[in-house]
């Protein structure tokens, strides 16, 4: 049972439960308690399991989602950060076209990733469901961006609790925080970055 918002801290009073789900009223996430079984050594032997990788086409394809809003940003010799890259970074093989470094960082498959002090250019895709403690890797993340810098984000938006029992996406045990638009807004609004881009669905830029 959490007593405060894992994003925003919003005490229980602003929570409606739905099962194991629970729904801030003052930030719009979704969230639930991480099952034990999938946490550690079992979250790493699931993400083991994914098909994700440079060499995986149609996931390739996937991620530029989060890369083709903001190709006119792409300039040679940027420094980028693939931040939650999972077993097979892919961010980093896509951006080798544009002649930019990336770094790729994982807590359970490259956890001395983080290479620089900061980045002009930070992915965060298909992680930040998985965040147990998202204001804590949100508040890292940003630390990690210049000034300046953009932020590329990827996590399928939720559409309210009423519509769970029937989304794909809290299938996945691993996938214990779900954001919608109003949570990006709300993002943007209280770590005081600009929200630049929005598909409305999955993919969201931010500007620091």
């Known amino acids: 049972m959490f007593h405060n918002c894992p994003l925003c801290l919003s005490p229980s009073h602003d929570f409606e439960f739905k099962g194991e789900f629970t729904h801030c009223s003052a930030c719009d996430l979704i969230f639930r308690a991480p099952k034990a079984s999938f946490t550690g050594l079992g979250e790493k032997k699931h993400y083991l399991l994914h098909q994700n990788g440079p060499h995986h086409?149609?996931?390739v394809s996937f991620l530029?989602?989060?890369?083709?809003p903001i190709k006119s940003h792409l300039l040679p010799n940027l420094q980028a950060?693939?931040?939650?890259?999972?077993?097979?970074?892919?961010i980093k093989y896509i951006l080798q076209s544009y002649q930019i470094s990336c770094d790729s960082y994982d807590p359970f498959f490259f956890p001395e990733g983080i290479k620089n002090e900061k980045y002009n250019l930070i992915f965060a895709t298909e992680c930040l469901e998985h965040f147990h403690d998202p204001q804590k890797e949100i508040v890292k993340i940003l630390d990690l961006l210049e000034k300046g810098g953009l932020l590329s984000i990827m996590t399928d938006m939720h559409q309210g609790i009423g519509r769970f029992p029937d989304w794909?996406?809290?299938?996945?045990?691993?996938?214990?925080?779900?954001?919608s638009l109003n949570t990006m807004i709300w993002i943007a609004d209280q770590f005081g970055i600009k929200l630049i881009f929005t598909d409305q669905k999955r993919v969201c830029v931010f500007e620091k």
Do not use: E, Q
């Open 57 to 59: 086409d149609g996931y």
């Open 168 to 179: 794909y996406y809290v299938k996945d045990p691993t996938h214990v925080v779900f954001y």
């Open 81 to 90: 950060l693939d931040f939650g890259c999972g077993p097979g970074p892919a």
């Open 64 to 68: 530029r989602r989060a890369i083709d």
